[in-house]
Structures are given as structure tokens and as C-alpha cells.
């Protein structure tokens, strides 16, 4: 593993990990703040953001683990090489499906940019702008895929209960 991808996966754990502290935290507070009979506004929709941020930031650990869930029963049996080409079509629509959400995300970010969240003045845009950086990510990581299947290395399928943070 080269130090980029060591550093990329480090990165991503350290975000995972924060949005989660952070997602925890907001509930926490609003959750007390309740019970206190004073509650605020802003933890909810916060909750809701994080959420989000947590969401795509798991689907890059995912694809860096080659740990999506997937139905992989038939493939098993295939030869060798329809094996691999069953991969490449598999990553491929990956990349397609990611390419679309760059195409879209940009869009989508600049029409909700000047609209604040309801309860703090911050740009609804926000809740969107991980989409075009995350499907960079992913579809940078099938395309090593492609390379790895291709290339013979091994591209196992995770083990049961996958690999620790």
C-alpha cells in the first residue's frame, strides 16, 4: 500500500470517526436540552447534516475495502476471465453512476448555496457538498479496481464481519 492510499484511509477514518463524535454530540445536547425543558433549535437539523456527511463517508471506507454489499452468489461460478470482464462492467457502472453524481452535484449545490438551514445561518448547500468529492473518491477507487482485476491481482471479497476501523 503506497503512502497516499495509507494516508487516504487514515484521513478517512479520522473524518469518520469526527462526524460520528460530533453527530453523537448534537443528539446528546438536544436530547438534554429537552429534558431541561430549554431545547435548541439547531441540533436536530445538525443531526440531520452529520448524518449525511457520516453517510458518505462511509461509502468511500466501502469502496476503499471493496466492502459494498453486493450479490456475488453466480459470480463464483463463472471462469476466470468472464469473471473479470463481470467486475469491470460491475465498476464501470460504479464510475457511470458516479460520473452523474459530478455532473448533478455541482448544480445541486449552487441552487441551494443561497438558502440558509432553518435554524442557524448556514448555506443548504453544505448538506450537499460532499456529493461531487465523494463520487471523485469512489470512482477514482474502481478504477484501480478495473486495474487490479486486470492486472490478476486478487480482488477477494471481504471477509464476514469485514475489517476493523
Not at 462526524?19 to 429537552?34: D, E, F, H, P, Y
Not at 459494498?68 to 463463472?78: E, Y
Amino acid at each position: 500500500m503506497s503512502g497516499i492510499s495509507r494516508f487516504l484511509d487514515h484521513a478517512l477514518r479520522v473524518l469518520a470517526l469526527l462526524l460520528t463524535l460530533a453527530l453523537l454530540a448534537s443528539v446528546v445536547i438536544g436530547v438534554a436540552m429537552r429534558a431541561i425543558n430549554h431545547p435548541v433549535a439547531w441540533s436536530d437539523e445538525a443531526a440531520q447534516y452529520l448524518l449525511v456527511w457520516t453517510g458518505f463517508t462511509g461509502w468511500m471506507i466501502a469502496a476503499r475495502r471493496n466492502s459494498h454489499i453486493r450479490i456475488t452468489m453466480l459470480q463464483g461460478f463463472l471462469p476466470d476471465a468472464l469473471r473479470r470482464v463481470g467486475e469491470t462492467i460491475v465498476q464501470l457502472a460504479l464510475v457511470g453512476f458516479c460520473l452523474a453524481l459530478i455532473w448533478w452535484g455541482w448544480p445541486l449545490i449552487g441552487r441551494n448555496w443561497d438558502i440558509d438551514w432553518v435554524s442557524l445561518p448556514l448555506s443548504a448547500g453544505l448538506l450537499y457538498l460532499p456529493v461531487p468529492f465523494v463520487a471523485l473518491v469512489v470512482s477514482a477507487q474502481a478504477l484501480l479496481a478495473i486495474g487490479q482485476v486486470w492486472r490478476g491481482e486478487t480482488f477477494d471479497e471481504p471477509e464476514a464481519g469485514g475489517q476493523p476501523l
